[in-house]
Every structure is written in C-alpha cells, then in structure tokens.
Nanobody, 116 residues
Framework: QVQLVESGGGLLQPGGSLRLSCAAP????????MRWYRQAPGKERELVASITTTGGRIDYADPVKGRFLVSRDNAKSAVYLQMNSLKPEETAVYYCNAHYDWLDYWGQGTQVTVSS
C-alpha cells in the first residue's frame, strides 16, 4: 500500500511563503513522476506543478510560474513545493500525487489558507 503524507500547510497572510512536503516511504519513489495539485472550495482540483523522476523536467501551471518551486529528493523519497508571494485565491487543499504508467497515488492533502 503506497502512502503519501503531506505536511507544511497552515494559515498565512497574503504575500507570505510556505513550504509543503510530501513523504512517500515504502515504495519505489524514484520510478514515479510527482505532482502537486490543489483544490479550492467549490472548484475542481487543478495541477499546480510536476516533476519527472530525476527532476529533469519541471512544469508549472501558469498562475504560479515564477513564484512556486517544486523539487524532489529521491534519497529521502520526498517531494517539496516552495510557495512564495501567496494570494488569498490560492487558499486550497494541496495534494501530492505519484504517477507511474497507469498508477496514481494521492495523499490526504494539507490545507493552505491565505488570509489577512
């Protein structure tokens, strides 16, 4: 059973920064492309960032380009999302996803609330 565990969410003011972590112990992490999604209240889940197995390719959704940074540490089976200059509209539950071939695994999500 693959388990992804997100952490690092919280409440912060607009313009603030936050770093999310996703731990993925117990499976062949290096085989999986990793993605971060978010889902705001009343909205569909959207892809925020993705990183390939070795980190050779990284993609970001247009709204976060230049402000978010995704990285991974295969030795620690972990992926991170550094979020800067956060906006109130980015309040959402952020999810970690592991993707390989037809397989997709999800974490339970971590709440990020941006509010003054």
């Amino acid at each position: 059973q693959v388990q992804l565990v997100e952490s690092g969410g919280g409440l912060l003011q607009p313009g603030g920064s936050l770093r999310l972590s996703c731990a993925a112990p117990g499976f062949t992490f290096v085989r999986y492309a990793m993605r971060w999604y978010r889902q705001a209240p009343g909205k569909e889940r959207e892809l925020v960032a993705s990183i390939t197995t070795t980190g050779g390719r990284i993609d970001y959704a247009d709204p976060v380009k230049g402000r978010f940074l995704v990285s991974r540490d295969n030795a620690k089976s972990a992926v991170y999302l550094q979020m800067n200059s956060l906006k109130p509209e980015e309040t959402a539950v952020y999810y970690c996803n592991a993707h390989y071939d037809w397989l997709d695994y999800w974490g339970q999500g971590t709440q990020v609330t941006v509010s003054s």
